[in-house]
């Protein structure tokens, strides 16, 4: 019954800028911990960053100063915001949501995953 749509991937210029959107739908009470994840091919899934239904965040080092996670609470949709781009920074990201339902234990839902290219 919930469902993630992922949107905003595509290719970049290095020094560009995009925003990731994950947005919920469904029978949602509530999302208690938000995380973005990427992967490219060759290399492991690495948490890019997270951020609690509380508002603290954490960022992978490699990203810590370029990337901003947030969130609004009403659309029920978490924002991944890259700038300063990098050819390093190709991947699929993934967003991962830990969401409370009605009758329903927390559970992680997985979006379907976009594509981030940079390069010249």
């Known amino acids: 019954q919930v469902q993630l749509v992922e949107s905003g991937g595509g290719l970049v210029q290095p020094g560009g800028s995009l925003t990731l959107s994950c947005a919920a739908s469904?029978?949602?009470?509530?999302?208690?911990?938000m995380t973005w994840y990427r992967q490219a091919p060759g290399n492991q899934r690495e948490v890019v960053a997270s951020?609690?239904?509380?508002?603290?965040?954490n960022y992978a080092d490699s990203v810590k100063g370029r990337f901003t996670i947030s969130r609004d609470i009403s659309k029920n949709t978490v924002y991944l915001q890259m700038n300063s781009l990098k050819p390093e920074d190709t991947a699929v990201y993934y967003c991962?949501?830990?969401?409370?339902?009605?009758?329903?234990?927390?559970?992680?839902?997985w979006g379907q995953g976009t594509q981030v290219t940079v390069s010249s």
């Open positions: 469904g029978d949602i009470l509530s999302i208690s911990f």
């Open positions: 991962n949501l830990l969401i409370r339902r009605r009758d329903y234990d927390l559970q992680n839902y």
């Open positions: 951020l609690s239904n509380g508002g603290s965040s």
